[in-house]
């Protein structure tokens, strides 16, 4: 039976979104807004989109006791940083001052982890979703609502 998460998003003051996500006993799969693969049960990476950059990695620094490891220079797209869990942890994030860009809200963008790119990428247009893009190992989706995802291979 597949799973299905609920997603709770709250704005703190830096206009970011924290999300939490827990299992919801007994969804009924005729409502469901993405169906991964079996393969594809867990984020493999996270993204925040910010107008905030410096302020949103000071806040989840005090929050979570986050971490920058690395900087990012994506020219037009915008500067961000990798991010871990804590001080020498390997890297599970990134933020990204994109958010203000044309069609780019402050939001966290989940990437969810699949062995084979190109199948997961068949069974996502086969249930429903639309695959808007494909780079590198990623492919950016929306779900049938228009929720934005990630299929990324590992």
């Known amino acids: 039976m597949p799973r ?14 924290r999300a939490f996500y827990a299992a919801v006993p007994g969804f009924p799969s005729t409502h469901a807004i993405v169906q991964l693969p079996a393969e594809a049960e867990r984020v493999a990476w996270l993204t925040l989109h910010t ?8 806040a989840y620094a005090a929050a979570f006791g986050w971490h920058a490891t ?3 220079e994506l ?8 991010f ?3 001080r020498g942890g390997p890297s ?7 958010a203000g860009q044309p069609g780019v809200h402050p939001h966290w963008f989940f990437h969810f982890g699949v062995p084979s790119l ?4 068949d069974a996502i247009r086969a ?4 695959v808007t893009g494909v780079f590198a190992e990623v492919a950016v989706c929306e779900d049938p609502l228009g929720a934005a995802f990630a299929a990324r291979g590992e």
Do not use: I, K, Q
């Open 70 to 72: 690395r900087a990012l």
């Open 127 to 130: 249930r429903g979703s639309r």
């Open 92 to 98: 599970v994030g990134s933020l990204l001052d994109s």
């Open 84 to 86: 871990a869990w804590g």
């Open 118 to 121: 190109d199948a997961a990428v």
């Open 4 to 17: 299905f998460c609920r997603f709770e998003l709250r704005t703190p003051d830096v206009d970011a979104a």
């Open 75 to 82: 020219g037009a797209l915008g500067h961000g940083h990798d």
């Open 51 to 58: 107008p905030a950059l410096e302020a949103s990695l000071r």
